[in-house]
């Protein structure tokens, strides 16, 4: 199979009528080697086996504090706030999220080409890369909503018509990360695993997905079946921590009813050998902001 056929072939269909069933995942979590970047083998090799990292320590404290008070000055912008790319909680009202954060952000756009960054992330995938999707995330104490269990990858893949599951993200903490104020809950191993979801994608189905997913969320059963065999692990940390994981981990958190607020910056990059096509299993793409289709490599 050529690339362009591996491109426009659906190597992971999803959004089915009949009954969702979990396809073995042909592609490598991990496409470059120790000699591509700043990750040693073992680490290489750990994050092929896992489907995350965690760096302790890649932003210093006071980096941390400055990019804590830019999320606090693009919460604030009233005028920022009736642009779609702001997403608010259902019932609240409050900021959740604020996509395509790298271009509204100087500041988060020189993050996305930071080398501590970009070479990890060039180094995972074996290419060059782009942004995929970039945004900060917002869960404030006592009301910060979590989101189910999901992978990233099936609605890039549905809706996106990303190919092929050669893209990582990158979460960057910059707040305290407990195991009680609504951490990021991965299921280690699970990214070797493709788990279809039945169910038709809805037209714009980004707008009520985006405050609460119901579309493209793998069932209870099997959901079930990847905790037993992988087990649960969970992204804790002090500020500055960042967590590397692949694109097709299953992952989700919990509601945060602390007064503690958990607050992130989330890049995604993607391989510019996987860039998108049309969407496998929905009308038309996402807007752009959502999913990029300007597909121009990162540089330092």
């Keep these: 199979?050529?690339?362009?056929?591996?491109?426009?072939?659906?190597?992971?269909?999803?959004?089915?009528?009949?009954?969702?069933?979990?396809?073995?995942?042909?592609?490598?979590?991990?496409?470059?080697?120790?000699?591509?970047?700043?990750?040693?083998?073992?680490?290489?090799?750990?994050?092929?086996a896992k489907g995350y990292s965690i760096i302790e320590g890649l932003l210093s404290p006071a980096e941390v504090q400055g990019y804590w008070q830019e999320l606090v000055r693009l919460s604030s912008d009233e005028e920022l706030k009736a642009d779609e790319r702001v997403v608010t909680e259902k019932k609240s009202g409050n900021v959740r999220s604020i996509f395509?954060?790298?271009?509204?952000?100087?500041?988060?756009?020189e993050l996305a080409r930071d080398p501590r960054i970009l070479d990890r992330a060039q180094q995972i995938l074996g290419s060059d890369v782009y942004i995929h999707q970039s945004r900060v995330n917002y869960m404030p104490g006592f009301k910060g909503n979590g989101f189910y269990w999901h992978s990233d990858f099936e609605t890039w893949h549905a809706e996106d018509g990303m190919p092929r599951p050669r893209a990582v993200?990158?979460?960057?903490?910059?707040?305290?990360?407990?195991?009680?104020?609504?951490?990021?809950?991965?299921?280690?191993?699970?990214?070797?695993?493709?788990?279809?979801?039945?169910?038709?994608?809805?037209?714009?189905?980004?707008?009520?997905?985006?405050?609460?997913?119901?579309?493209?969320?793998?069932?209870?059963?099997?959901?079930?079946?990847?905790?037993?065999?992988?087990?649960?692990?969970?992204?804790?940390?002090?500020a500055g921590s960042a967590l590397f994981f692949d694109s097709n981990i299953m992952h989700g958190s919990g509601n945060n009813i602390t007064p503690y607020p958990r607050s992130n910056i989330f890049l995604v990059f993607n391989s510019v050998e996987n860039t998108l096509v049309e969407p496998f299993a929905a009308k038309s793409p996402r807007p752009t902001f959502i999913g990029a289709r300007d597909f121009t490599p990162l540089t330092r």
């Design 1 to 48: 199979m050529t690339l362009a056929e591996s491109r426009t072939t659906d190597l992971y269909p999803t959004r089915v009528a009949g009954e969702a069933v979990m396809l073995e995942r042909t592609d490598p979590t991990v496409w470059g080697g120790e000699q591509d970047g700043p990750m040693d083998a073992a680490a290489l090799a750990s994050h092929d």
């Design 100 to 109: 395509e954060v790298h271009r509204i952000s100087e500041l988060i756009g």
């Design 169 to 238: 993200s990158c979460s960057i903490a910059l707040t305290d990360n407990y195991p009680f104020n609504g951490g990021l809950m991965v299921m280690p191993g699970s990214q070797r695993t493709f788990v279809q979801c039945a169910g038709e994608t809805p037209d714009d189905h980004y707008k009520a997905s985006l405050k609460e997913q119901e579309i493209g969320v793998p069932s209870e059963h099997d959901i079930t079946k990847l905790a037993a065999e992988h087990g649960i692990d969970q992204f804790t940390g002090p």
